[in-house]
DNA sequence: CAATATACCTGGATGC
DNA sequence: TGCATCCAGGTATATT
């Protein structure tokens, strides 16, 4: 379930396994992703090269390689990246394959294939990622997401806020689970219109996202160094969600039952008691 | 421009 | 047990 916290918990348990190691062969399952996979680009730019470290931006992977080269990887909904001793056999799903000159295999699992891989050639690396990173949202930890750059991007939307913070050219790296979870420590009700949300509700906003971010984060960390050889499983199950997935549980802070409701589509959470709708609002909204 | 709908694909859970 | 149905992390694109 990568969103950002998950993607760079990846990351960061993929890091020591992977900086400075050399690809020495591709593996292809020889179905696509989300896109076609450009097997040209990634043999011609991708095997034979070193990795030079591994960055994120949002929910993407960056594959910096020696030279100047850039595997762009998403994880998508059901995405996953293990490593594998090469004499295991790949397993069901496993579509993309890069075997290291450390006798270790990366292995991209997609079930759903609704990840991506692409690839930027050396040349054209820069133009591609300032492209890439100015459709972009800011990224949480930045300083750029602030109350005030919220305030401003949401003037003139007046879409629930769960949308809004779901809106990767806004923010990056929330996604469902997190969109929930944020907006119940900010206090603020999901379906808030973006455009009525005060600065204090911003400010909250804000300093929720980067507190739960944070613990989501750490909380995968604590696992990092076997979830790659094991299960796969990051650690983010260990996460004690405070609202998603807890329909009529209790709110563990005042004990009222946990609300689903669908917004956007997708599955919302929230609790009607710490989240209280603005007065004026609950009359045109369904319950 | 903003909002909504849809498409992509598979597997697990649920219901009959 | 089998089969149909619904639901799930995300995002690019098309349509109102």
């Given at each position: 379930?990568?969103?950002?916290?998950?993607?760079?918990?990846?990351?960061?348990?993929?890091?020591?396994?992977?900086?400075?190691?050399?690809?020495?062969?591709?593996?292809?399952?020889?179905?696509?992703?989300?896109?076609?996979?450009?097997?040209?680009?990634?043999?011609?730019?991708?095997?034979?090269?070193?990795?030079?470290?591994?960055?994120?931006?949002?929910?993407?992977?960056?594959?910096?390689?020696?030279?100047?080269?850039?595997?762009?990887?998403?994880?998508?909904?059901?995405?996953?990246?293990?490593?594998?001793?090469?004499?295991?056999?790949?397993?069901?799903?496993?579509?993309?394959?890069?075997?290291?000159?450390?006798?270790?295999?990366?292995?991209?699992?997609?079930?759903?294939?609704?990840?991506?891989?692409?690839?930027?050639?050396?040349?054209?690396?820069?133009?591609?990622?300032?492209?890439?990173?100015?459709?972009?949202?800011?990224?949480?930890?930045?300083?750029?997401?602030?109350?005030?750059?919220?305030?401003?991007?949401?003037?003139?939307?007046?879409?629930?806020?769960?949308?809004?913070?779901?809106?990767?050219?806004?923010?990056?790296?929330?996604?469902?689970?997190?969109?929930?979870?944020?907006?119940?420590?900010?206090?603020?009700?999901?379906?808030?219109?973006?455009?009525?949300?005060?600065?204090?509700?911003?400010?909250?906003?804000?300093?929720?996202?980067?507190?739960?971010?944070?613990?989501?984060?750490?909380?995968?960390?604590?696992?990092?160094?076997?979830?790659?050889?094991?299960?796969?499983?990051?650690?983010?199950?260990?996460?004690?969600?405070?609202?998603?997935?807890?329909?009529?549980?209790?709110?563990?802070?005042?004990?009222?039952?946990?609300?689903?409701?669908?917004?956007?589509?997708?599955?919302?959470?929230?609790?009607?008691?710490?989240?209280?709708?603005p007065p004026g609002l609950s009359s045109s909204l369904p319950g």
């Amino acid at each position: 379930m990568p969103e950002l916290p998950e993607v760079e918990v990846t990351r960061l348990g993929l890091l020591p396994a992977v900086t400075g190691r050399r690809v020495v062969q591709l593996s292809f399952s020889g179905k696509d992703l989300r896109f076609p996979l450009d097997r040209a680009l990634l043999k011609r730019f991708i095997r034979g090269g070193l990795i030079r470290t591994v960055d994120r931006r949002g929910k993407y992977l960056l594959f910096r390689m020696r030279g100047g080269a850039v595997m762009v990887l998403h994880l998508g909904m059901s995405g996953k990246l293990t490593l594998a001793p090469p004499d295991m056999a790949p397993a069901d799903h496993d579509h993309l394959r890069l075997l290291l000159d450390s006798g270790m295999e990366l292995r991209l699992n997609d079930a759903r294939r609704f990840g991506s891989v692409t690839v930027w050639p050396p040349a054209a690396a820069g133009e591609e990622e300032d492209r890439f990173s100015e459709k972009m949202g800011v990224e949480p930890f930045d300083t750029a997401f602030s109350p005030g750059y919220l305030h401003h991007r949401a003037a003139t939307r007046h879409l629930p806020v769960k949308n809004f913070l779901m809106d990767g050219r806004i923010v990056a790296g929330i996604g469902n689970i997190y969109a929930n979870e944020i907006l119940f420590g900010a206090a603020v009700h999901p379906l808030c219109p973006a455009s009525s949300l005060s600065m204090d509700d911003w400010r909250r906003i804000v300093a929720a996202a980067r507190h739960i971010l944070a613990e989501a984060i750490a909380s995968g960390g604590s696992t990092i160094s076997d979830f790659l050889g094991t299960s796969g499983n990051p650690g983010y199950f260990q996460l004690r969600f405070a609202v998603y997935d807890r329909k009529d549980a209790e709110c563990r802070r005042c004990g009222a039952a946990i609300v689903r409701i669908v917004c956007g589509g997708r599955a919302t959470f929230f609790c009607s008691c710490c989240q209280p709708l603005p007065p004026g609002l609950s009359s045109s909204l369904p319950g």
